[in-house]
């Protein structure tokens, strides 16, 4: 799969499926939600911190969605592009070669989403 174009459409899309989502079957998605919401209030670690994690476990997962939604979640929680690329560093030194090709999307994203 090549890069997507635009990171914001993608953080649009997941929108409007967890809107279809919600139409049918609420229950779920309010579970989900939930469990994203417990996963990620502040604690030891920081909002900024556990966003950090998710765009390093979004290179190790391959997932485009997953990646415009961290990057721009951790720079709205105060994350610079400076350590957006060093948890990508720990993620490839996991990953190997294949993570190290997802960084072509952190890369966009933070450039998208005005990372600092």
């Not at 890069?3 to 649009?12: G, I, R, S, T, V």
């Not at 604690?43 to 969605?65: F, H, P, Q, T, W």
């Not at 939604?69 to 350590?83: D, L, M, Q, W």
Request: charged content about 25%; aromatic content about 6%.
């Amino acid at each position: 799969m090549s890069a997507p174009e635009d990171f914001k459409q993608l953080n649009d899309q997941l929108d409007t499926m967890k809107a279809e989502v919600d139409k049918h079957d609420p229950e779920f998605l309010a579970a989900w939600s939930q469990l994203s919401k417990v996963s990620k209030k502040p604690g030891v670690l920081s909002v900024k911190d556990k966003e950090l994690v998710c765009v390093a476990l979004s290179i190790a997962a391959r997932c485009s969605y997953c990646i415009a939604s961290h990057v721009s979640k951790a720079i709205t929680n105060g994350a610079t592009r400076e350590e957006i690329l060093e948890v990508s560093y720990v993620a490839v030194s996991m990953g190997g070669g294949p993570s190290f090709a997802y960084m072509t999307e952190v890369i966009q994203a933070c450039d998208e989403f005005g990372a600092k």
